[in-house]
């Protein structure tokens, strides 16, 4: 991102220490004390945004949610012509945008978005298109690649998406659409974690392939809302995902595991109805940090700069209901919660830049709404 603020740059003053006594697994866990150990420069506004992805030369893709596709360059923002059309509908929408593994010569993004359907029924997509920034800004040869089973209603539809180190595959969450047993139907793709090729097409090897159905797709099940999803340097993929009444969760993600919802989760249903938690069913794999009461996990970033050396490797997420920037300490397949910043507003998504700074969406439903905000080292 070539530097150029557009507006308020907040100093705040440095935490006299950035990790706090370790709370409880299912604890929310403290705000951190004495302020944020960042200085945090709003850079631009959006209006709604749901994703942003950094182009080679520092510039940046965001999507906002009712079906703009921005590319933000030398201080402005312009519409890139030949964005989907999107069913802007409660939690449906524009959503992710990340660039192929071949990017540098290929010039191909990959978005997701909600695609109406007939009788009401709805459903995530991924496509992918040549992006081009010579003369105006467009999407070439657009078409869609993927599609999740659709049913009716507007929440859950998950849709993040995010390649594998080795560029081989990508994979893409599919929410339960807040129908829950299709969760653990293997026939559906709901509330799953998916291993595609970078065609859309299922990946040789999955674990479920010739159950019927969309089986040849799945590579986790028993998910709910997943809304983080991210490689660590070891290869490791990690999601995050939010629980019912409660029960947020982090889970690393491992081949063929059922991870529980709706039989376990350690929230609740909404109208109170109990749901057992996960020590009732060993079998299910547990999520290595929850939270409870819920903080929304909106994002998810494993961060590997230089700007912040002392969280190298550690995980990011951003919280929608508790407006806060959450640190979580990763150490091989163990996680523990450290940090919670609060940012007195929604913070929709969570990317480190080229430089190592970490950069911040609001979700913009709310004052001052939609900013991209950009933290940088304190001094």
């Given at each position: 991102m070539k530097s150029a603020s557009l507006?308020?740059?907040?100093?705040l003053a440095v935490s006299a220490g950035a990790c706090q006594s370790q709370p409880a697994p299912g604890g929310e866990g403290p705000l951190s004390e004495g302020g944020l150990p960042f200085t945090v420069t709003e850079v631009a506004k959006f209006d709604s945004p749901w994703a942003m992805t950094f182009l080679p030369d520092g510039s940046l893709l965001v999507t906002e949610k009712s079906g703009k596709l921005k590319w933000f360059?030398?201080?402005?923002?312009?519409?890139?012509?030949?964005?989907?059309?999107?069913?802007?509908?409660?939690q449906g929408g524009f959503a992710d945008v990340t660039l192929a593994p071949d990017f540098a010569t290929s010039n191909t993004v990959y978005l997701s978005w909600t695609e109406a359907g007939s009788g009401g029924k709805s459903g995530a997509v991924v496509g992918r298109a040549k992006l081009v920034l010579d003369g105006a800004?467009?999407?070439d040869g657009l078409n869609v690649i993927w599609r999740q089973d659709k049913v009716n209603g507007d929440g859950h539809f998950s849709q993040r998406i995010v390649f594998s180190p080795d560029g081989k595959y990508m994979f893409v969450t599919s929410g339960e659409r807040q129908k829950f047993n299709p969760a653990q139907d293997l026939k559906l793709n709901l509330g799953k974690v998916?291993?595609?090729?970078p065609d859309g097409t299922p990946a040789?090897?999955?674990?479920?392939?010739g159950k019927g159905g969309s089986s040849d797709q799945v590579w986790s099940y028993g998910h709910r809302n997943l809304y983080g999803l991210a490689f660590d340097k070891?290869?490791?993929?990690?999601?995050?995902?939010?629980?019912p009444g409660g029960g947020d969760e982090v889970n690393l993600v491992v081949e063929g595991k059922n991870y529980g919802y709706p039989i376990v989760s350690n929230g609740d249903h909404y109208d109170g109805r109990d749901i057992p938690d996960h020590p009732t069913?060993?079998?299910?794999?547990?999520?290595?940090?929850?939270?409870?009461?819920?903080?929304?996990?909106?994002?998810?970033?494993?961060?590997?700069?230089?700007?912040?050396?002392?969280?190298q490797g550690d995980?990011?997420?951003?919280?929608?209901?508790?407006?806060?920037?959450?640190?979580?300490?990763?150490?091989?397949?163990?996680?523990?919660k450290a940090d919670r910043w609060d940012m007195e507003t929604r913070i929709r998504e969570v990317e480190q830049g080229p430089d190592g700074d970490i950069w911040l969406l609001e979700d913009g439903s709310s004052d001052p709404g939609g900013r991209l905000l950009r933290l940088s080292p304190k001094g």
């Open positions: 507006g308020l740059v907040m100093f360059a030398e201080g402005a923002a312009k519409d890139v012509a030949g964005a989907p059309t999107v069913k802007d509908d409660g800004p467009h999407l998916l291993r595609l090729l040789p090897g999955n674990p479920f392939a070891d290869g490791r993929l990690w999601e995050n995902e939010m629980g069913r060993p079998e299910f794999e547990a999520p290595k940090v929850w939270w409870n009461p819920s903080i929304s996990p909106s994002s998810l970033l494993i961060y590997s700069g230089s700007k912040f050396p002392q969280w995980m990011f997420i951003g919280a929608l209901s508790g407006q806060s920037l959450i640190r979580v300490d990763l150490d091989g397949d163990k996680a523990v």
